[in-house]
């Protein structure tokens, strides 16, 4: 995508500091960190969310997640870890190419989340689920 600023970094076209670089996947430092050592897991090609994507290279690019995770998790001697994906803009996606962000978390931290755990009235819960089972793709 010739605009994208991922599709540029990946194509070395803006620099990164580059973490991981496979036929699938890259990996660099988030340049506006949420804490130090914060880590952005994207495809090379350009997806604009993650629903776009082909399950096989959605798989071939999580796999690098546990490893990412842990070596975040090692250099930085942080106590948790974050992996967020925002999809849309009103999930907050400001760059329209899939990534993961991987945070490293510590007790009193910058970072909070509002989490406004609701309920469910009498049968929602199990009619949407099943709605859901009906929506996904034979062999999901
Ligand atoms: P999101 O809000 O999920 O779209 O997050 C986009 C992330 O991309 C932010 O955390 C930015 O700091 C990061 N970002 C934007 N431009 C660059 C860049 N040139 N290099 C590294 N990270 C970037
Ligand atoms: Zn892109």
Redesign the pocket.
């Known amino acids: 995508m010739a605009d994208c600023?991922?599709c540029?970094?990946v194509a070395g076209e803006?620099?990164?500091?580059k973490i991981l670089d496979t036929d699938v996947a890259f990996a660099?430092?988030?340049?506006?960190?949420?804490a130090e050592g914060?880590v952005?897991l994207i495809p090379r090609a350009h997806y604009e969310t993650l629903d776009a994507m082909p399950a096989e290279e959605a798989g071939a690019l999580l796999r690098h997640l546990p490893a990412l995770v842990n070596a975040v998790r090692d250099v930085t001697g942080c106590e948790g870890v974050n992996v967020?994906?925002?999809n849309g803009r009103v999930?907050?996606?400001?760059?329209?190419h899939v990534?993961f962000?991987v945070i490293p978390r510590n007790p009193g931290d910058e970072f909070h989340f509002n989490w406004p755990a609701g309920e469910y009235g009498e049968g929602r819960m199990q009619d949407l689920g099943e709605a859901i089972r009906r929506a996904l793709p034979r062999g999901s």
């Open positions: 600023i991922f540029k970094i803006i620099p990164c500091e660099f430092m988030d340049i506006g960190p949420l914060h952005l967020l994906q925002n999930a907050h996606q400001v760059v329209p990534h962000h």
